[in-house]
Protein backbone atom coordinates (compact mmCIF):
# COMPACT_ATOMS: atom_id res chain seq x y z
CA UNK A 1 0.00 0.00 0.00
CA UNK A 2 1.61 3.36 -0.83
CA UNK A 3 2.26 5.85 1.44
CA UNK A 4 -0.32 8.14 0.08
CA UNK A 5 -3.27 5.57 0.65
CA UNK A 6 -2.19 4.76 4.43
CA UNK A 7 -2.42 8.30 5.42
CA UNK A 8 -5.77 8.31 4.04
CA UNK A 9 -6.78 5.57 5.41
CA UNK A 10 -5.43 6.77 8.92
CA UNK A 11 -7.37 10.26 8.24
CA UNK A 12 -10.36 8.44 7.64
CA UNK A 13 -9.80 6.54 11.43
CA UNK A 14 -8.78 9.90 12.97
CA UNK A 15 -12.00 11.47 12.05
CA UNK A 16 -14.38 8.30 13.36
CA UNK A 17 -12.53 8.22 16.26
CA UNK A 18 -12.92 12.01 16.67
CA UNK A 19 -9.65 12.56 17.25
CA UNK A 20 -8.86 16.06 16.30
CA UNK A 21 -5.01 16.36 17.04
CA UNK A 22 -4.43 13.65 14.91
CA UNK A 23 -6.36 14.70 12.23
CA UNK A 24 -4.65 17.86 12.55
CA UNK A 25 -1.45 16.50 11.83
CA UNK A 26 -2.27 14.09 9.27
CA UNK A 27 -4.22 17.25 7.33
CA UNK A 28 -0.83 18.93 7.81
CA UNK A 29 0.77 16.23 5.75
CA UNK A 30 -1.62 15.84 3.11
CA UNK A 31 -1.46 19.40 2.49
CA UNK A 32 2.33 19.35 1.79
CA UNK A 33 2.18 16.34 0.03
CA UNK A 34 -0.57 18.38 -2.04
CA UNK A 35 1.45 21.44 -2.76
CA UNK A 36 4.28 19.78 -4.00
CA UNK A 37 2.73 17.85 -6.67
CA UNK A 38 1.01 21.11 -7.41
CA UNK A 39 3.98 22.79 -7.18
CA UNK A 40 6.33 20.19 -9.41
CA UNK A 41 2.85 19.20 -11.05
CA UNK A 42 3.94 15.78 -10.44
CA UNK A 43 2.69 13.00 -8.59
CA UNK A 44 4.66 12.04 -5.74
CA UNK A 45 6.30 8.81 -5.05
CA UNK A 46 6.67 7.07 -1.25
CA UNK A 47 10.63 7.85 -1.47
CA UNK A 48 9.28 11.60 -1.78
CA UNK A 49 6.78 11.31 0.52
CA UNK A 50 9.16 9.85 3.37
CA UNK A 51 11.73 12.75 2.20
CA UNK A 52 8.44 15.52 3.18
CA UNK A 53 7.80 13.98 6.17
CA UNK A 54 11.69 13.66 7.64
CA UNK A 55 11.44 17.69 6.86
CA UNK A 56 8.41 18.32 8.53
CA UNK A 57 9.97 16.69 10.94
CA UNK A 58 13.10 18.33 11.64
CA UNK A 59 10.74 21.53 10.95
CA UNK A 60 8.82 20.85 13.77
CA UNK A 61 12.18 20.65 16.11
CA UNK A 62 13.51 23.51 14.57
CA UNK A 63 10.14 25.10 15.99
CA UNK A 64 10.20 23.66 19.08
CA UNK A 65 13.31 24.89 20.30
CA UNK A 66 12.44 28.32 19.30
CA UNK A 67 9.21 28.13 21.12
CA UNK A 68 10.74 26.53 24.45
CA UNK A 69 13.47 29.62 24.21
CA UNK A 70 10.73 32.29 23.77
CA UNK A 71 9.20 30.32 26.62
CA UNK A 72 5.69 29.39 25.09
CA UNK A 73 5.73 25.76 25.91
CA UNK A 74 2.13 25.29 25.25
CA UNK A 75 3.00 25.89 21.74
CA UNK A 76 6.02 23.29 21.69
CA UNK A 77 4.05 21.33 23.20
CA UNK A 78 2.08 21.52 19.69
CA UNK A 79 4.39 21.07 17.68
CA UNK A 80 5.92 17.76 19.77
CA UNK A 81 2.36 15.83 19.18
CA UNK A 82 2.34 16.58 15.59
CA UNK A 83 5.85 14.87 15.32
CA UNK A 84 4.70 11.82 17.30
CA UNK A 85 1.98 11.50 14.83
CA UNK A 86 4.37 12.19 11.11
CA UNK A 87 6.82 9.56 13.32
CA UNK A 88 4.04 6.73 13.06
CA UNK A 89 4.18 6.94 8.85
CA UNK A 90 8.11 6.69 9.21
CA UNK A 91 10.27 4.02 9.05
CA UNK A 92 11.64 2.66 12.18
CA UNK A 93 14.46 4.76 13.56
CA UNK A 94 17.74 2.84 13.03
CA UNK A 95 20.13 2.51 16.29
CA UNK A 96 23.71 4.24 16.80
CA UNK A 97 25.34 0.84 16.08
CA UNK A 98 23.42 0.11 12.52
CA UNK A 99 24.09 4.43 11.76
CA UNK A 100 27.81 3.85 12.23
CA UNK A 101 27.96 0.10 10.73
CA UNK A 102 26.29 2.64 7.51
CA UNK A 103 28.74 4.80 7.56
CA UNK A 104 31.84 2.52 7.67
CA UNK A 105 30.37 0.55 4.88
CA UNK A 106 29.61 3.70 2.82
CA UNK A 107 33.57 4.89 3.60
CA UNK A 108 34.81 1.85 2.36
CA UNK A 109 32.34 1.16 -0.38
CA UNK A 110 33.72 4.68 -1.91
CA UNK A 111 37.08 4.22 -0.63
CA UNK A 112 37.06 7.36 0.95
CA UNK A 113 40.29 8.70 2.51
CA UNK A 114 39.46 12.46 3.28
CA UNK A 115 36.96 15.41 3.64
CA UNK A 116 36.82 15.98 0.36
CA UNK A 117 34.95 12.38 -0.29
CA UNK A 118 32.53 13.16 2.07
CA UNK A 119 29.82 14.23 -0.30
CA UNK A 120 30.33 10.73 -2.30
CA UNK A 121 29.72 8.89 1.48
CA UNK A 122 27.01 11.24 1.68
CA UNK A 123 25.57 10.54 -1.25
CA UNK A 124 25.33 6.93 -0.84
CA UNK A 125 23.85 7.04 2.85
CA UNK A 126 21.00 9.55 2.19
CA UNK A 127 19.06 7.41 0.61
CA UNK A 128 19.38 4.65 3.25
CA UNK A 129 18.87 7.01 6.44
CA UNK A 130 16.14 8.78 4.97
CA UNK A 131 13.54 8.96 7.55
CA UNK A 132 15.75 6.49 9.79
CA UNK A 133 17.75 9.20 10.96
CA UNK A 134 18.87 12.82 11.63
CA UNK A 135 20.18 13.38 7.79
CA UNK A 136 22.66 16.08 10.01
CA UNK A 137 24.02 13.53 13.01
CA UNK A 138 24.62 11.31 10.37
CA UNK A 139 26.87 13.79 8.51
CA UNK A 140 28.50 14.39 12.08
CA UNK A 141 29.47 10.89 12.02
CA UNK A 142 30.67 10.72 8.79
CA UNK A 143 33.03 13.90 9.25
CA UNK A 144 34.17 12.15 12.14
CA UNK A 145 34.91 9.00 10.50
CA UNK A 146 37.26 10.82 7.66
CA UNK A 147 38.92 12.84 10.10
CA UNK A 148 40.04 9.92 12.42
Do not use: C
Not at 58 to 76: H, M
Amino acid sequence: MSMKTTLKDAMKEAMRAKDKNRLSAIRLVQAEIKRVEVDERIDIDDARVLAILDKMVKQRRDSISQYENAGRQELADIEIAEIAVIQDFLPTALTEAEIAELVQSAISQVGAASMADMGKVMGILRPQVQGRADTGAVSGLVKAALNS
